[in-house]
Antibody
Framework: QEQLVESGGGVVQPGGSLRLSCAAS????????IHWVRQAPGKGLEWLTV????????DYADSVKGRFTISRDNSKNTVYLQMNSLRAEDTAVYHC????????????????WGQGTTVTVSS | IQLTQSPSSLSASIGDRVTITCRAS??????LAWYQQKPGRAPKLLIS???TLYSGVPSRFRGSGSGTDFTLTISSLQPEDFAVYYC?????????FGQGTKLEIK
């Protein structure tokens, strides 16, 4: 069964750091890019970042550019999201999702999603 | 690219036909997907490439459109369809989402 499981969420003070993990199973991990999407309490979905299937390229939303870094270890079937300089507005449930199809630059869909991990930024 | 969904919320009854629209601030060709999200759950893919029904999704869901204007139609609402629906463009980064449409029971 194809699935993604996030971990690493928690409570952190403003200005702090946290690293989230997204562990994949049930499919050939190195064949697919991974995206992160977050959802603040009571709000909609916000796309954050993507890493290509081979880790060769990344892209970020302006809201996290320069503070968040995505990486992957295909030997461990895991994607990481390093979050630095955290702000109260980063409080959200963070989901990772697999991209299926497309060429990396456009197209495809997010077909498999993890249940999410909660990040709370508060003093 | 900004995506604007309308309406933001909608009340309907079992058996009703409902339509949700998603308008893009610039053309996204057919690189648009629709997702359904229930409280406390991850989003689920319904429609890819504007009109392709994802595996296992009931045929009462239908997507259409291209360019800047898209619609998601549910032909006969079932109890399990009451949820929040999001569109997403995958034409260019950042892959933005619409603000969501909450579908509630009347």
């Amino acid at each position: 069964q194809e699935q993604l499981v996030e971990s690493g969420g928690g409570v952190v003070q403003p200005g702090g750091s946290l690293r989230l993990s997204c562990a994949a199973s049930g499919y050939t991990f190195s064949d697919h890019g991974i995206h992160w999407v977050r959802q603040a309490p009571g709000k909609g979905l916000e796309w954050l970042t993507v890493i290509w299937y081979d880790g060769s390229k990344e892209d970020y939303a302006d809201s996290v550019k320069g503070r968040f870094t995505i990486s992957r270890d295909n030997s461990k079937n895991t994607v990481y999201l390093q979050m630095n300089s955290l702000r109260a507005e980063d409080t959200a449930v963070y989901h990772c999702a697999r991209i299926f199809g497309g060429d990396g630059y456009k197209g495809g869909v997010l077909d498999i999603w993890g249940q999410g991990t909660t990040v709370t930024v508060s003093s | 690219i900004q995506l604007t969904q309308s309406p933001s919320s909608l009340s309907a009854s079992i058996g009703d036909r409902v339509t949700i629209t998603c308008r893009a601030s610039q053309g996204v060709s057919s690189y648009l997907a629709w997702y359904q999200q229930k409280p406390g759950r991850a989003p689920k893919l319904l429609i890819s490439a504007a009109s392709t029904l994802y595996s296992g999704v009931p045929s009462r869901f239908r997507g259409s459109g291209s360019g800047t204007d898209f619609t998601l139609t549910i032909s006969s609402l079932q109890p399990e369809d009451f949820a929040v629906y999001y569109c997403q463009q995958l034409n260019s980064y950042p892959y933005t989402f619409g603000q969501g449409t909450k579908l509630e029971i009347k």
